[in-house]
T-cell receptor, first 113, second 109 residues
Framework: QKEVEQDPGPLSVPEGAIVSLNCTYSNSAFQYFMWYRQYSRKGPELLMYTYSSGNKEDGRFTAQVDKSSKYISLFIRDSQPSDSATYLC?????????????FGKGTLLTVNP | EAQVTQNPRYLITVTGKKLTVTCSQNMNHEYMSWYRQDPGLGLRQIYYSMNVEVTDKGDVPEGYKVSRKEKRNFPLILESPSPNQTSLYFCASNDEKLFFGSGTQLSVL
């Protein structure tokens, strides 16, 4: 079983839809969870950063972590065409730079006007 | 503005011709790393550096070299590139959070 599993999609939704992106993981030592957004041919950029279980909201984006189920989600409300990108989940055992990130393979999202 | 800058953005070369991809960060981060990204395989770490003169292998180091002589710079060296090193490469630096450069698309013919 891979450490981090992420459905590659592609996922296509109409503008204004609520988008749900998910990752599962197998290593219970993961404590820090991130979502990156990557536009085509660009570097990934950090979107959300959370520690342990719970929810974190930032504008139209909500990150959710359920450690008991080893499951993390990213919700995008009122999706916009500018949200079209690949979304990568990532996680690590610690919060400092010494801890290696393990990435999912990414989900390609298209928001249609 | 906090930045990780890598050059070139695009590079086409031939098998066996040595090349260097440069990377520089202006955030005074100690930790820097290189990744390659391939369809279906995702991001894979090539090498990382925890500080000046301290480097170590990541998940896919074969065929690559790095050096860290200054804190801000972390070049990636391909001594004898091969076609299986055709990929999209990212440099990154981090303290608590990881910041990526814009990428280098390398094609080895």
């Amino acid at each position: 079983q891979k450490e981090v599993e992420q459905d590659p999609g592609p996922l296509s939704v109409p503008e204004g839809a609520i988008v749900s992106l998910n990752c599962t993981y197998s290593n219970s030592a993961f404590q820090y969870f991130m979502w990156y957004r990557q536009y085509s041919r660009k570097g990934p950029e950090l979107l959300m950063y959370t520690y342990s279980s719970g929810n974190k909201e930032d504008g139209r984006f909500t990150a959710q972590v359920d450690k008991s189920s080893k499951y993390i989600s990213l919700f995008i409300r009122d999706s916009q065409p500018s949200d079209s990108a690949t979304y990568l989940c990532a996680m690590s055992k610690g919060g400092g730079s010494n801890y290696k990130l393990t990435f999912g393979k990414g989900t390609l999202l298209t928001v249609n006007p | 503005e906090a930045q990780v800058t890598q050059n070139p953005r695009y590079l086409i070369t031939v098998t066996g011709k040595k090349l260097t991809v440069t990377c520089s960060q202006n955030m005074n981060h100690e930790y820097m790393s290189w990744y390659r990204q391939d369809p279906g395989l995702g991001l894979r770490q090539i090498y990382y550096s925890m500080n000046v003169e301290v480097t170590d292998k990541g998940d896919v180091p074969e065929g690559y070299k790095v050096s860290r002589k200054e804190k801000r710079n972390f070049p990636l060296i391909l001594e004898s590139p091969s076609p299986n090193q055709t990929s999209l490469y990212f440099c990154a630096s981090n303290d608590e959070k990881l910041f990526f450069g814009s990428g280098t698309q390398l094609s080895v013919l």
